[in-house]
């Protein structure tokens, strides 16, 4: 028998304990942001206003980061990711408050930067620590959610697989039904067929009953519905997508229906704002630092060869639509035929000796900067292809067009991993294509910073660079 435990998945005592245990959180970062500053406990009384404003704030805004749902079986980043933007959403609103009340200068900026760090850190520390303790429970045995398996084919034993694999997640398969012949599933005992999961639930404690049926068989997922019309158990359906090759697939509720999305791009919402004020404030910044370089290689482009200083070229953005990129021209003018675009080889005569500089330290990239700033290109995604390359490839690598679910970037997954260059076989572009599809997949804030740390360090010098 399986040790029952009294935290349940939506618990509503659990909730609460969090949003006290949060808000604890909030006030011990602020009384010891206060105390670094003051080197008192002591408050000053203009200091309570932000006390119970951000205590006030925090309680209307943190469900709406869905920071106190479910998480069970979720990986830690998911809720951590949460709590981040709900904390920077909480200071941002205050910070507001404070312009729009004009009472910025009476409280130190030190003091309050220092209460938003220690804030992030309490979380991240108690969320943590929580997240160990409830994860030991769960393999001791404690705070289980039983669960039985319907199904026969290769999603039912990847759905028995991945829970073995994951104990921490506090479910357990205690057995699997369908028209086996075997007597085992992944390690968990086959208790019958359909026909016999109405009388096991009677007779067996269990939380919940997960269907896992290929969506072919639409006849036999409703037949085992009717076989379990009586039983008050929950009951979730895993439709059988482990064989499909999908991008973000996630369900949405639209009109009040439920709808299966099979590929999706992960820049809308929350995610598109993060993304675009990222580009907006990065890219500022750095096309400021740059400036003088820019004059500098724009004088040097046309003091070495005839010609424009910037070359423009057609590309596929976001969602297939067609933009101009910009970059320092590298190569002596030339024409190519319609539709040809002839990419650059190594010892290519087309290179000027200073392009062929800019192109090994991708300083001819910088133009590119300006596109984000117009918001037609990020600093971090997809490399962008000449349209000819795109009209080649999409038939030849399976997912090839799923790249413009995002803006392209001026970096990327891809390029730090040494996918970088001329693409002269069909291997290098189908790996390229799937660093881009893992990047789009698991698409943070925290994966753009890490990639732009990388470039700094790896991305700029290149051997497949010429």
Same mark, same amino acid.
Not at 223 to 230: G, K, S, T
């Given at each position: 028998?399986?040790?029952?435990?009294? #935290?349940?998945?939506?618990?509503?005592?659990?909730?609460?304990?969090?949003?006290?245990?949060?808000?604890?959180?909030?006030?011990?970062?602020?009384?010891?942001?206060?105390?670094?500053? %003051?080197?008192?406990?002591?408050?000053?009384?203009?200091?309570?206003?932000?006390?119970?404003?951000?205590?006030? &704030?925090?309680?209307?805004?943190?469900?709406? %980061?869905?920071?106190?749902?479910?998480?069970?079986?979720?990986?830690?980043?998911?809720?951590?990711?949460?709590?981040?933007?709900?904390?920077?959403?909480?200071?941002? &609103?205050?910070?507001? $408050?404070?312009? &729009?009340?004009?009472? !910025?200068?009476?409280?130190?900026?030190?003091?309050?930067?220092?209460? /938003?760090?220690?804030?992030?850190?309490?979380?991240?520390?108690? @969320?943590?620590?929580?997240?160990?303790?409830?994860?030991?429970?769960?393999?001791?045995?404690?705070?289980?959610?039983?669960?039985? $398996?319907?199904?026969?084919?290769?999603?039912?034993?990847?759905?028995?697989?991945?829970?073995?694999?994951?104990?921490?997640?506090?479910?357990?398969?205690?057995?699997?039904?369908?028209?086996?012949?075997?007597?085992?599933?992944?390690?968990?005992?086959?208790?019958?067929?359909?026909?016999?999961?109405? @009388?096991?639930?009677?007779?067996?404690?269990?939380?919940?009953?997960?269907?896992?049926?290929?969506?072919?068989?639409?006849?036999?997922?409703? @037949?085992?519905?009717?076989?379990?019309?009586?039983?008050? $158990?929950?009951?979730?359906?895993?439709?059988?997508?482990?064989?499909?090759?999908?991008?973000?697939?996630?369900?949405?509720?639209?009109?009040?229906?439920?709808?299966?999305?099979?590929?999706?791009?992960?820049?809308?919402?929350?995610?598109?704002?993060?993304?675009?004020?990222?580009? =907006?404030?990065?890219?500022?910044?750095?096309?400021?630092?740059?400036?003088?370089?820019?004059?500098?290689?724009?004088?040097?482009?046309?003091?070495?060869?005839?010609?424009?200083?910037?070359?423009?070229?057609?590309?596929?953005?976001?969602?297939?639509?067609? #933009?101009?990129?910009?970059?320092? @021209?590298?190569?002596?003018?030339?024409?190519?035929?319609?539709?040809?675009?002839?990419?650059?080889?190594?010892?290519?005569?087309? #290179?000027?000796?200073?392009?062929?500089?800019? =192109?090994?330290?991708?300083?001819?990239?910088?133009?590119? /900067? %300006? !596109?984000?700033?117009?918001? =037609?290109?990020?600093?971090?995604?997809?490399?962008?292809?000449?349209?000819?390359? !795109?009209?080649?490839?999409?038939?030849?690598?399976?997912?090839?067009?799923?790249?413009?679910?995002?803006?392209?970037?001026?970096?990327?997954?891809?390029?730090?991993?040494?996918?970088?260059?001329?693409?002269?076989?069909?291997?290098?572009?189908?790996? =390229?294509?799937?660093?881009?599809?893992?990047?789009?997949?698991?698409?943070?804030?925290?994966?753009?910073?890490?990639?732009?740390?990388?470039?700094?360090?790896?991305?700029?010098?290149?051997?497949?660079?010429?």
């Amino acid at each position: 028998m399986l040790k029952r435990g009294v #935290i349940q998945e939506h618990a509503a005592l659990l909730a609460f304990l969090m949003r006290v245990l949060d808000l604890t959180a909030l006030l011990l970062a602020f009384f010891a942001a206060y105390w670094l500053y %003051f080197s008192t406990f002591e408050l000053q009384p203009i200091y309570f206003y932000p006390l119970v404003l951000g205590a006030g &704030l925090a309680l209307l805004l943190f469900p709406l %980061f869905s920071v106190y749902g479910s998480l069970r079986g979720a990986p830690f980043w998911l809720e951590l990711r949460n709590l981040s933007f709900a904390l920077l959403a909480l200071f941002v &609103l205050l910070a507001v $408050v404070g312009v &729009l009340s004009k009472s !910025n200068p009476l409280y130190s900026r030190i003091w309050f930067g220092s209460w /938003f760090l220690l804030s992030w850190a309490f979380f991240l520390l108690y @969320r943590g620590a929580l997240r160990l303790l409830l994860g030991w429970m769960r393999r001791q045995g404690y705070n289980q959610r039983c669960l039985i $398996v319907l199904g026969c084919g290769p999603g039912a034993e990847e759905v028995v697989q991945r829970i073995n694999k994951t104990p921490w997640s506090g479910f357990q398969v205690v057995a699997a039904f369908g028209d086996l012949e075997q007597g085992e599933l992944n390690g968990v005992p086959i208790a019958g067929g359909y026909e016999d999961v109405a @009388r096991y639930l009677s007779s067996n404690h269990v939380d919940q009953v997960w269907i896992a049926l290929p969506l072919s068989e639409a006849a036999e997922l409703k @037949r085992v519905l009717h076989l379990l019309r009586h039983s008050t $158990v929950d009951i979730r359906y895993v439709p059988d997508l482990f064989g499909f090759k999908l991008l973000n697939q996630s369900i949405s509720e639209v009109a009040g229906m439920p709808v299966l999305d099979l590929s999706k791009s992960p820049m809308s919402g929350m995610n598109q704002f993060v993304k675009a004020v990222e580009d =907006r404030l990065l890219g500022l910044l750095i096309f400021v630092l740059i400036m003088p370089f820019l004059l500098l290689i724009a004088l040097g482009v046309k003091l070495t060869s005839p010609g424009p200083v910037l070359f423009k070229q057609k590309r596929h953005g976001w969602d297939g639509r067609e #933009i101009r990129v910009y970059k320092f @021209r590298s190569m002596v003018v030339h024409q190519e035929g319609a539709g040809v675009v002839t990419q650059a080889k190594k010892g290519d005569a087309r #290179i000027t000796p200073f392009g062929a500089f800019l =192109r090994r330290t991708s300083l001819d990239e910088l133009p590119q /900067f %300006f !596109n984000v700033l117009q918001g =037609r290109m990020s600093i971090v995604g997809p490399r962008p292809h000449a349209l000819a390359h !795109n009209e080649a490839f999409k038939d030849k690598i399976e997912q090839y067009m799923l790249r413009h679910k995002v803006k392209p970037g001026i970096t990327g997954w891809a390029q730090v991993n040494g996918y970088r260059g001329e693409t002269d076989t069909l291997y290098k572009m189908q790996k =390229r294509v799937e660093y881009d599809l893992n990047y789009i997949e698991n698409w943070s804030l925290w994966l753009d910073l890490k990639i732009i740390f990388l470039t700094i360090f790896k991305g700029f010098l290149n051997k497949n660079a010429y």
